[in-house]
């Protein structure tokens, strides 16, 4: 969600925060500001919209200085609004705030109680309010911003920055994560290394709890508790942080373009050459596991929902899938022999992160699928699996999707392994088909110009419906979402075998039903439930292989032909015309591909 930057610097500081908030557009937001502190004046500039906005009033209204701060905020507590935007100041002190202070109406109170006004409806403002007074009272910058953390409660990054005070920037983070970049005589704070990659490669990361005083000469990490902290400096690889869009109009276009090249990289990083599944790290021995519990949000909880099919049938393994919103408040009882399994692009997801705290002492095992080696749900897993996709910009998730895909499937197959339920021989079968997919992919990407045309049909639409049954049922759900977060196409999705116990009644000629069915164990099921729909007006757009195609026969309204794979790598392709259809649609309709209304690409709220 909201993106963090903050500069002790020997430039010019303005520019250097807005190109950093340029690299954190990908989080989402709904409006921009920086706040710098010039010859002792601490002074800000804020927009609501888009960064070019905050660039042009920049232009007209300099803001001069060498330390200062800047975000891009994405709506929680009051309306997109300039008053709203961050940064927040309160006398002497400015704050960038990325969570949610949960106990700001108590503290609002106090403050109004003290003499303390009030000009925003943000949680945030309390902490730029709170700080003042502890300053009032007395206290030093440090200490006012110090005593301030200790009363919030809630999830947040913090980076609060001081008139008069060129050379101090504080950073907390509870909850919300925040990374320290270290130049050559300059401190530079993010919310990401994506943030700080042009300014330094060097990176440490604060810990929960962690609070940091900076100056261009030092950094001083605290514990929560007000111990001192040697946090560990990591090198970063520059390469691994570029987003640029590569010649394609969209970010979104070029990830799902991407997908062959890192699948292809993410194989590499998890089968030996004796076609056997190599983990990193400490293994897992799932001879040992008696029940798999996954927990996920959003694209990832699908992700999850494809691969219990796979743990299920190739390992035997029982498993369970959970929302992750709904697992943490559920506290459902885990019993032992649990292995605990969360899935985040981001690795900062709240809801996922919390899920697997309260799984912490619970558990056997705490294993992660992540797409960010150092968050926090890597470094509190017992064992993190990267998926290796590369940086991805696009809010909807593509290339990171199947990246997830990829890693759980192998991970099901290394199950199987351990458990005995599948020989050797078809193990390696099924190795093999998986090194295959890039090249697959990379072929069945010439149906690009065939999904745009039916995306342009589509587009017209108000409502569309999504079916898909065993594999593909998680696919239709993928699918659905895809359309709907990016066009603002209503859609859904069900299972074929459930449009007879209600959905059917939504069917007429206005309502386009996409199929998605290779030609699979379930394939004739599938067509018994699509007939259903041509039988009643609808118009069903058929995403299958040449077989399931000559199958079904001329009377589909549109058909889009697919290569013929083997069923338990579909989902891995038909992820493919599942982002097309959405990328196309939503481009036929003219929305914001890459940063759609609304969403977030990292969710570190509730």
């Known amino acids: 969600?909201?993106?963090?930057?903050?500069?002790?610097?020997?430039?010019?500081?303005?520019?250097?925060?807005?190109?950093?908030?340029?690299?954190?557009?990908?989080?989402?937001?709904?409006?921009?500001?920086?706040a710098t502190v010039n010859n002792g004046h601490l002074d800000r500039r804020r927009a609501v919209g888009k960064l070019v906005n905050l660039s042009d009033l920049l232009v007209h209204d300099p803001l001069a200085g060498k330390s200062g701060i800047g975000h891009t905020r994405w709506a929680t507590h009051g309306a997109?609004?300039?008053?709203?935007?961050?940064?927040?100041?309160?006398?002497?002190?400015?704050?960038?705030?990325?969570?949610?202070?949960?106990?700001?109406?108590?503290?609002?109170?106090?403050?109004?109680?003290?003499?303390?006004?009030?000009?925003?409806?943000?949680?945030?403002?309390?902490?730029?309010?709170?700080?003042?007074?502890?300053?009032d009272e007395g206290l030093s910058h440090v200490d006012a911003a110090f005593k301030t953390?200790?009363?919030?409660?809630?999830?947040?990054?913090?980076?609060?920055?001081?008139?008069?005070?060129?050379d101090l920037m504080i950073a907390a983070r509870k909850g919300s994560p925040l990374a320290i970049g270290h130049g050559d005589g300059e401190v530079y704070v993010g919310s990401d290394a994506i943030a700080l990659a042009p300014l330094t490669n060097e990176i440490t990361y604060l810990e929960e709890g962690d609070r940091a005083v900076l100056t261009r000469s030092s950094i001083e990490i605290r514990t929560a508790k007000g111990a001192l902290a040697n946090r560990e400096m990591k090198t970063i690889q520059v390469e691994s942080t570029q987003v640029d869009k590569g010649g394609y109009k969209h970010f979104m276009a070029k990830e799902i373009f991407e997908q062959p090249s890192v699948l292809s990289n993410a194989l590499g990083h998890y089968l030996g050459e004796d076609d056997t599944v190599v983990?990193?790290?400490?293994?897992?021995?799932?001879?040992?596991?008696?029940?798999?519990?996954?927990?996920?949000?959003?694209?990832?909880?699908?992700?999850?929902?494809?691969?219990?099919?796979?743990?299920?049938?190739?390992?035997?393994?029982?498993?369970e899938v959970d929302i992750a919103s709904e697992f943490r408040y559920r506290e459902p009882p885990i019993v032992k022999g649990t292995t605990a399994l969360f899935v985040s692009q981001s690795g900062e997801t709240a809801d996922t992160l919390a899920a697997l705290r309260y799984c912490k002492?619970?558990?056997?095992?705490?294993?992660?699928?992540?797409?960010?080696?150092?968050?926090?749900?890597?470094?509190?897993?017992?064992?993190?699996?990267?998926?290796?996709?590369?940086?991805?910009?696009?809010?909807?998730?593509?290339?990171?999707?199947?990246?997830?895909l990829n890693v759980l499937l192998m991970l099901a197959l290394k199950a199987a392994q351990d458990r005995g339920t599948m020989t050797p021989d078809a193990i390696r079968d099924a190795i093999g088909q998986l090194r295959a997919l890039p090249g697959i992919l990379n072929a069945a990407m010439d149906r690009d110009?065939?999904?745009?045309?039916?995306?342009?049909?589509?587009?017209?639409?108000?409502?569309v419906l999504f079916l898909g049954r065993g594999?593909?049922?998680?696919?239709?759900?993928?699918?659905?979402?895809?359309?709907?977060?990016?066009?603002?196409?209503?859609?859904?999705?069900?299972?074929?075998?459930?449009?007879k116990h209600g959905p059917i009644a939504l069917i007429d000629k206005t309502v386009p039903v996409v199929v998605m069915a290779p030609k699979d164990s379930l394939f004739d099921k599938t067509v018994s439930n699509m007939q259903e729909v041509m039988a009643r007006g609808g118009k069903v757009l058929l995403i299958t292989d040449a077989a399931g195609a000559e199958i079904a026969g001329p009377d589909v309204w549109q058909?889009?032909?697919?290569?013929?794979?083997?069923?338990?790598?579909?989902?891995?392709?038909?992820?493919?015309?599942?982002q097309l259809l959405a990328y196309h649609t939503a481009a036929a309709k003219g929305t914001d591909v890459d940063q759609p209304r609304n969403l977030a690409k990292s969710v570190t709220v509730e």
């Open 559 to 578: 058909t889009v032909i697919m290569p013929k794979v083997p069923e338990i790598i579909s989902p891995l392709l038909y992820a493919l015309p599942a």
């Open 80 to 135: 997109p609004t300039t008053d709203n935007a961050h940064p927040h100041k309160a006398g002497p002190v400015a704050v960038v705030h990325n969570g949610i202070i949960e106990n700001f109406r108590d503290l609002r109170t106090e403050l109004s109680a003290a003499g303390y006004s009030f000009v925003t409806e943000t949680d945030t403002e309390t902490v730029a309010l709170l700080t003042q007074k502890h300053i």
């Open 449 to 463: 110009r065939t999904l745009a045309a039916a995306a342009l049909k589509l587009s017209e639409s108000r409502d």
């Open 471 to 499: 594999l593909m049922y998680p696919l239709a759900l993928e699918g659905a979402l895809k359309l709907k977060e990016i066009s603002y196409i209503h859609a859904e999705a069900y299972a074929s075998g459930e449009l």
């Open 279 to 319: 983990l990193p790290g400490d293994n897992v021995d799932f001879s040992k596991v008696d029940r798999l519990t996954m927990v996920a949000c959003g694209t990832a909880y699908y992700a999850c929902f494809t691969a219990k099919y796979w743990f299920e049938k190739l390992a035997r393994l029982p498993v």
């Open 361 to 404: 002492d619970k558990a056997d095992r705490i294993v992660s699928v992540v797409n960010v080696p150092e968050s926090s749900i890597a470094r509190e897993s017992d064992l993190a699996l990267p998926i290796h996709a590369g940086v991805e910009v696009g809010v909807a998730s593509t290339k990171a999707f199947t990246c997830q």
């Open 1 to 34: 969600m909201c993106g963090i930057v903050g500069v002790l610097g020997t430039h010019e500081v303005a520019p250097i925060l807005v190109e950093a908030l340029r690299r954190l557009e990908y989080r989402g937001y709904d409006s921009a500001g920086i």
């Open 149 to 166: 953390i200790d009363r919030l409660d809630g999830a947040f990054a913090l980076v609060f920055l001081f008139d008069g005070q060129d």
